[in-house]
Every structure is written in C-alpha cells, then in structure tokens.
C-alpha cells in the first residue's frame, strides 16, 4: 500500500481514515488465513521449520537501549540453542556478536548481563575487546593463529525507538527497510528512544509463541476474558482501524464507549479512573482530566456532556495538556492518538499498544526447549517521563524463575491464565483448525505472513 499523495501534517492522522474500517478495507490481501491449523502451535516439525525460517532470518528485539547505557555494557539473547550478545563499545555504538569464542567455541558470556572492558574466555584466556576484535591470544607466539582472522561472529543490530533489534541472518536487510517507511514514519512522534521502562518481566509459559501473539492482537476476547475494560474500551468492529504495512500491522480501537443507557457520563468517567490498573501513565493524567470533568458538572452534581463530548475527548485534552505541561514534546501526535492504543505487530514476534506517554509490549519468544507448547514471554511497559520522574520511575528486568510467582497487573493476568488454557485445548488431535472471525482480521494477517514464512519466502 503506498503512501497518499497529500501527507498529513501529523502521520496518524492515516489511522484516523474512515477508510481503513474493517467494512472499508482498502487492502485485504489476499492468504488471509481463516482457519489456522492447530499443528502450528503444537508441532515439534513446525518448530523446527519456524526455527530456521523464521527466527535466524528476522528482526527481534533484544532489550532496550539504555539497559546498555555506557561502554562495556552487555547483555546476552537466547534463541533456541543460539546465543548472541549485544554489547556497547567504546565508540557508544552496539554491536552483536555469536556468544562464542573463536578458539574452541566456549561460551563467552555466561550470564545475562554484566559490564565488562573486554571479553576474556574463561577456557583459554582469548581476549576480545567490545568490537569483537581479538585482542590476545595466550602464548601467540606459539599458536600459530593470526589474531585479526579470529574477530568474534558479528551480527547485525540496530536500534529504532529506543529498542535494540538484532538479526540472527549476517545478509540481514537493513532495519528500517526490513520495517518499512510507514512504520518509521508513524512511530516516530511517539518519541519512544525517550520512554524509561517501568514494567520488564520475563517468564517461562506453558504454550506456544504464537497463542501469546494471537492473543494481543484481537480485541474479540475483550469481553470473554477482560470484562472491566468493557467501560472504557469496547472494540467495536465498526470503529477499529487496520493497517497492513508489508510483515507488519497496525490497528487501533478507539478508547470509547457505545454512548447512551449502556455507559452514561458517570460509567465513562468512572471507567477512566480504572485506567490507571492497566496503563501505568494515566495516573499523571487524572488531575486535568478532573479538572476538566467538574467543568460538566451542575449544581445538583449532575454530569452531563454537551453533544460530542465523551469522557475519551476530556482524556485526549487532559493527556495533551498533562505531557505539554511537564516539557515533553507531543506535537507530532493526533488527538485521537492521546488516548487510543494502537496495537502493532511488526513481525515476527512484537506487539506494542501505544499511545500519548505510554506503550506496553508483549513480545514471546520459543523455548529454547525447542518444545512447541512452551514460550517465554517478555511483557513491559515504557513511559514518557522528564528526567527527574524518569530517574525514580525506572525499573530493572524481573526473570520470574517459580511459574506463577509472579502477579501481572489485572488484564495481563487474565490473559497469562487464558492463554495456558487455551495452548492445552489445542493440543488435542481432533481439533485440526482453529475458526478465525472477520474481527480477528490481523490475526489472519499474521498467519498469512507466517505461511509465506514457512513456504520460504524471505521478506
Ligand atoms: S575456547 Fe576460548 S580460549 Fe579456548
Ligand atoms: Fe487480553
């Protein structure tokens, strides 16, 4: 899909199109998948073909950019039976590297993290500085091997938005190609690159990879499974917006309510201030949002909204007002973008919600296992902070070691329940298809893409 002519002055004003409904499609490609064969989530050969045609040939994020804040700083990234690490060098530039000496293939880097000023293999005594140069050899005077043909395995990372991305293929494309000019272009004035992480979890789950994505990208369960979101996010088909963007997808449902009977003014407002439980920044919001909700209220304390005024309106000017007011620059965004999530999916295994000042990911990677009905997901939450509340708002990664010792806010909760129960139905045989609706659009999108995948087609 090409960009149109005429370039809105704020790029998610695209989103904003009545054109891009789910009735108004202006691109339904074609494969969508709506039945899902259930061996993909189940099938130790499918792993397997995921493995080698997925996985060591795509863009995966492997930690945020300031979780390697000075030279020396290192992090480690498993994939399958692969290790790689990310390490910042000297020249403030990240580098990726295969986790394993050139000597005799011991593991460079045994823990997660660490800050190192070189990297010495504990085997032998080789050393690498933080450009994956080899720096010595023990007793090279002997050895017989020319240090500058032993350069630890480099492999290409990038960063975008703040987040690192590495690429297990060394003739990977270049990210932002891999990504695509509209991806870039409508995330940019989110300014995540400045967003301070508040929320990192990792844990071991008892499904596949694939259960995690599916289940972020459809707001269908919303009142199966979340139903005290129903009061302030109702993601009524008629109101979502899709975007399909080469591998990836955006989609948006309005944080909105039917109007009328079902939530009046009060159930509105009230459902606002339950926010807070889901989305961490919109505690900052509230004081305004108040503010401007006594304007509506009368005498007797009755609230009432003049025509075309909604509780998600107020928010839009309260988180506007809110992250102006502390210095942040939100000037690129719409107003519909202050309040609604949008959800992307940039292939193969991240999913964001963002919005004004905040974003969730959700990003599952296989066991390293290799076992299909396990994953580990990685949940976190990034906010737009001045520096003095980011400095205090900053957290570290948690790895929950003991399943289940971990309590998720409310909503990442249910789903964390739900998507283990659903990995055990599928695995029985005689279900061969899962039954995909016409809501669950970019569900059957990312399947098409999973299949073009699978057939080995490279992006
Ligand atoms: S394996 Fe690393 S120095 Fe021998
Ligand atoms: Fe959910």
Redesign the pocket.
């Known amino acids: 899909m090409t960009i149109e002519a005429t370039r809105p002055t704020r790029p998610g004003e695209w989103l904003d199109d009545t054109r891009i409904g789910l009735s108004g499609l202006r691109s339904d490609p074609a494969g969508l998948r709506w039945k899902i064969p259930t061996e993909r989530y189940t099938s130790p050969q499918i792993a397997v073909q995921e493995r080698e045609l997925i996985w060591k040939t795509t863009w995966q994020v492997v930690g945020r950019a300031d979780e390697l804040a000075k030279a020396g700083d290192w992090k480690t990234y498993q994939l399958f039976d692969q290790s790689f690490i990310v390490v910042r060098g000297r020249d403030d530039m990240i580098r990726g590297f295969v986790n394993a000496c050139r000597h005799r293939g011991n593991l460079l880097c045994a823990q997660r993290s660490g800050t190192s000023r070189q990297f010495l293999c504990q085997y032998h005594l080789w050393s690498y500085d933080l450009e994956g140069n080899c720096r010595g050899i023990l007793r090279e005077g002997h050895s017989g091997v020319d240090k500058s043909d032993v350069p630890l395995l480099s492999v290409p990372v990038e960063t975008f938005g703040g987040f690192i991305f590495l690429n297990p293929d060394p003739d990977a494309t270049p990210l932002a190609e891999y990504l695509g000019p509209e991806v870039v272009e409508l995330l940019r004035p989110y300014q995540m690159e400045r967003f301070v992480t508040v929320m990192d979890v990792e844990e071991a789950l008892e499904c596949n990879w694939k259960v995690v994505m599916d289940?972020?990208q459809e707001g269908y369960?919303?009142w199966g499974?979340?139903p005290q979101l129903l009061n302030v996010i109702y993601p009524d088909p008629e109101k979502g917006r899709y975007w399909f963007l080469g591998d990836h997808s955006v989609a948006t449902t309005p944080f909105d309510v039917p109007r009328g009977e079902q939530f009046g003014p009060e159930e509105q407002v009230a459902g606002i201030r339950k926010l807070p439980e889901t989305f961490p920044a919109v505690p900052l919001m509230l004081p305004r949002f108040e503010e401007l909700v006594a304007e509506y209220r009368g005498d007797d304390g009755t609230l009432v909204f003049p025509e075309g005024l909604t509780a998600r309106t107020l928010l839009q000017q309260a988180t506007r007002d809110t992250l102006t007011g502390m210095g942040l620059d939100v000037s690129g965004l719409t107003d519909n973008q202050m309040t609604d999530n949008q959800g992307w999916v940039l292939f193969p295994n991240f999913f964001m919600t963002i919005r004004a000042g905040e974003c969730h990911i959700t990003m599952p990677t296989p066991h390293p296992s290799g076992d299909p009905n396990k994953c580990v997901w990685h949940v976190a939450s990034y906010m737009y902070l001045p520096d003095d509340l980011a400095e205090s708002a900053k957290v570290d990664p948690t790895v929950v070691e003991e399943p289940g010792s971990h309590t998720y806010f409310e909503?990442l909760q249910?789903?964390y329940e739900?998507m283990q129960r659903q990995q055990a139905g599928l695995r029985n045989s005689r279900l061969e298809h899962e039954t995909i609706t016409r809501e669950e659009l970019v569900v059957a999108n990312f399947h098409r893409v999973l299949d073009r995948y699978l057939a080995g087609a490279r992006s």
């Open positions: 289940a972020f369960h919303v499974v979340h909503a249910q789903d739900q």
